[in-house]
């Protein structure tokens, strides 16, 4: 894990503040033998260990996939991981994301409010389930056109915590992520080198007794680099 390590962004008694990168699993899968950031919070702070509800997932209470960067907060106690799982609950924790999307979104903000499910016989989540749905809302805001690569830099917060939800709101109103490999536009040819999506977790609030605690990160140097050569 040597050149993809989080680094770290805030630390307390009670929890950590993590930017996550892109290519890093959180937890370890059935489907991957790899490093994980689960073994990079036991390697600096084993005692987190016992934290949590899943020995696999210690201090873990919400996730980004693997080809998602951003901020993430990590519970290092069990009384954070519980207060933790209950502001992620009652959606008292705010997240805002930036990504790129295939072509021009034309309204300036907008709510996409569309259950989302498992689509049968696949490994992906759908709007068109005809399964168990969950709600999921998520608003956007547009934050820059780029019309002649016929794509747009969008604001995204997550009303709901649903596993892909993003990537999959987007996908359903024909505005996919780019480079994303399991929802994206397969065939469209890139301008510029990417090896992940193209989604950030850049803004994070959380509800304290002290106060909220706000953190703000600025996109990674190689996405700065492509939006400025989109412009």
């Known amino acids: ?13 009670e929890r950590l503040i993590i930017n996550k990168p892109f290519g890093l699993l959180v937890h370890p899968t059935k489907h991957a033998d790899e490093p994980t950031l689960v073994d990079w919070v036991l390697k600096i702070h084993p005692e987190v260990k016992t934290v949590g509800e899943d020995t696999a997932r210690p201090g873990i209470v919400h996730r980004l996939d693997r080809d998602t960067g951003g901020l993430m907060v990590i519970a290092k106690t069990q009384r954070s991981f519980e207060h933790l799982k209950n502001l992620f609950t009652t959606r008292e924790i705010h997240k805002k994301y930036l990504a790129l999307v295939w072509g021009i979104i034309k309204n300036d903000t907008g709510i ?4 989302i499910g498992m689509l049968r016989g696949a490994p992906k989540r759908t709007t068109h389930s005809t399964g168990k749905t969950r ?3 998520t608003e956007y805001t547009v934050r820059t056109r780029y019309p002649e690569a016929n794509m747009t830099l969008v604001e995204l917060s997550p009303k709901t915590g649903r596993t ?13 992520i780019v480079g994303d490999k399991l929802y994206g536009r397969k065939k469209a040819k890139l301008p510029f080198e990417l090896h992940h999506q193209f989604l950030f977790a850049y803004s994070l609030n959380i509800p304290t007794e002290q106060g909220p605690l706000h953190f703000e990160i ?4 190689t996405l700065q680099k492509i939006l400025h050569d989109l412009t």
Do not use: F, G, W
């Open 112 to 115: 996409i409010n569309k259950p």
């Open 218 to 221: 600025e996109l990674p140097d």
């Open 164 to 176: 892909h939800q993003l990537r999959v709101h987007m996908a359903s109103i024909s505005h996919n």
């Open 1 to 13: 894990m040597q050149n993809n390590e989080p680094t770290i962004i805030y630390e307390d008694t």
């Open 135 to 137: 709600e999921a809302v």
